[in-house]
């Protein structure tokens, strides 16, 4: 037998492996309970309060712009004051606005404090994100894992789909406020198990944001931010309403909830796959393609009367949104060399984007009686990002 060789296992690394794993895992349901529940489950939901409550478009629209103003607000917060991403208090307190706001929406039908919990929740949001993208991220590189970061995102799509799916059987259940309550119920459920996985991390290092000394760095993406703004006043038109819309189809409407679920599965590998793309074809091409990709679903949904119409359009859509953040994200921080003042400078652009659009369309579906106009002008903004996209110089420099 001393011929035979014999593989040894390193245990140290196995167990490198588990604990990033473990890590990964808690920051997926951290992604799933801040974005997933406590920033999209509004959009699945809206329709129940529409039927329950008589919810106009409006107002509607109103409360998804007030939760991205609170999500404008979180970043802005954690960019200028980033010394907070370390303080347990402020992490927990988010966690326990998202869940509260999300549970108090089923409590109360005063649209005034329905607009205060959805700006409340929005500014939750972004903490959490920016806090569990920075602890995981980190703890992961340390472990020798980074290359899983990308897949962390991929809990914002789980979470939309687990929306979709919770909503029909809560509303068996009580109607639109049992849908609010049981959502953040699991949401709490899901936060204690991904707090449980996720204890295990490392010290965040806090950096400070660089502010350069002339313009140029900014003037380098400033047609990516503009172009950044119109995917921003486009995508959240079909963000916010693109269940409600499904709903009041006629032959459609038991299918409405799980088009969200379609959005949230084609989600899931968005933040994988279209980086790698880029790499293959350039970023230009790939911005290009999801686009247009997004735009076209957009119009399809205009009058999608079809399952496979809507599936079209729902996985268009959710194929894309996130790919589009990481591309730009990424091009703005290459360009700049500066990664904290190019993503507060581009998400500070996509914010008011997303802040308008859902104010405007459901104002002007109420207006002209449907989502015909809101969905067509939501389809030009996106494909005007495009046009500037591709007239942006600065691609040029960078990557070809």
Request: glycine content about 14%.
């Amino acid at each position: 037998m001393s011929g035979m060789k014999t593989e040894s296992i390193n245990p140290d690394a196995s167990q490198s492996g588990w604990d990033a794993l473990k890590i990964l895992m808690g920051g997926m349901l951290g992604m799933v309970v801040a974005m997933g529940i406590g920033r999209f489950v509004f959009t699945p939901i809206l329709p129940l309060m529409q039927r329950d409550l008589g919810v106009s478009n409006t107002l509607a629209g109103w409360l998804a712009g007030l939760n991205y103003l609170g999500y404008l607000i979180g970043a802005l917060v954690c960019t200028i004051a980033p010394r907070l991403l370390r303080s347990r208090l402020i992490a927990g307190g988010a966690l326990l606005l998202s869940l509260s706001t999300t549970i108090c929406m089923g409590m109360t039908i005063s649209a005034f404090w329905w607009g205060a919990m959805r700006l409340g929740g929005g500014i939750a949001s972004a903490v959490l994100f920016i806090v569990i993208s920075a602890e995981v991220g980190k703890s992961l590189v340390s472990l020798g894992y980074g290359h899983w970061v990308g897949t962390l995102y991929g809990g914002i799509g789980f979470g939309i789909a687990l929306s979709g799916l919770m909503v029909p059987p809560l509303d068996l259940v009580g109607g639109w406020d049992a849908a609010w309550i049981g959502a953040g119920s699991i949401a709490i459920l899901l936060a204690v198990i991904g707090l449980a996985l996720g204890r295990k991390r490392v010290q965040i290092e806090v950096v400070s944001v660089d502010v350069p000394g002339t313009t140029c760095g900014l003037r380098s993406i400033w047609l990516l931010g503009v172009a950044y703004f119109f995917e921003g006043l486009g995508y959240i038109v079909t963000a916010t309403f693109i269940v409600a819309i499904i709903a009041v189809t006629p032959g459609l409407e038991g299918f409405a909830p799980y088009s969200w679920v379609a959005v949230g599965l084609s989600a899931i590998p968005a933040t994988i796959l279209w980086p790698r793309l880029a790499r293959s074809i350039g970023s230009r091409p790939a911005l290009l393609a999801a686009y247009a990709l997004q735009a076209a679903g957009i119009l399809v949904s205009r009058h999608a009367d079809s399952i496979a119409e809507v599936l079209f359009a729902a996985i268009t859509f959710g194929g894309t949104f996130l790919g589009i953040v990481a591309l730009t994200l990424a091009e703005g921080n290459q360009r700049m060399g500066r990664e904290g003042q190019a993503a507060a400078f581009l998400t500070a652009s996509f914010s008011v984007g997303q802040m308008l659009g859902p104010i405007l369309a459901g104002s002007l579906a109420d207006r002209q009686d449907g989502f015909a106009l809101p969905l067509l002008l939501a389809a030009v903004s996106v494909a005007l990002g495009g046009v500037l996209i591709a007239l942006d110089r600065h691609f040029r420099m960078v990557n070809d």
